[in-house]
């Protein structure tokens, strides 16, 4: 008798629920790049290569060296010459340009497509330098395709989504 009592109570209630359009809440999470927009994937990319462009225009030894705060050589490269210091400092200046495209347009779809084109053009070398353990931390290469495969994916998917 109980549960007949609350079926019947159950399908009155439901039945009587009306749903306005304009009280549907906003997805708690955003998945699968669904509801993330340009903006974000900008942020996100700007503080992505904005954290690797600051250390490698400083010192890319005392960062990424051997002996680095986050180490992905196995070797410093100012001891090998002045030119591998200078590539390092040249990658840090574009990085931080590029980063800073947020603070001048963070909606910009063209800075996403940026974004995605560079991060698709390191994916080879990505993949080469986790396979030279003679001069690279293999593992900590491996262990960056965690985040730049997907972040990769999700700028290009976002910044050429046709609407």
């Not at 990319?45 to 680095?68: M, S, T």
């Not at 705060?69 to 390092?88: C, M, P, Q, V, W």
């Not at 590029?98 to 070398?125: C, H, N, R, W």
């Amino acid at each position: 008798m109980l549960a007949k009592f609350t079926l019947l109570a159950t399908l009155a209630t439901a039945s009587a629920l009306k749903v306005s359009k304009t009280s549907v809440p906003k997805p708690v999470l955003k998945l699968r790049g669904g509801e993330i927009d340009i903006p974000t994937v900008n942020l996100v990319n700007a503080l992505y290569y904005g954290g690797y462009g600051v250390p490698l225009l400083v010192n890319h030894d005392k960062f990424f060296g051997p002996d680095g705060i986050i180490s992905y050589t196995k070797k410093n490269i100012g001891d090998e010459s002045a030119i591998g210091l200078f590539f390092s400092r040249f990658t840090g200046v574009m990085f931080c340009a590029l980063s800073a495209g947020y603070l001048i347009d963070k909606e910009s779809t063209m800075l996403a497509k940026q974004f995605g084109l560079g991060s698709l053009g390191f994916v080879p070398l990505l993949f080469m330098n986790s396979q030279d353990d003679t001069n690279y931390k293999a593992k900590m290469w491996k262990m960056q395709h965690l985040i730049h495969l997907p972040l990769t994916a999700l700028t290009l998917l976002k910044a050429f989504k046709k609407e």
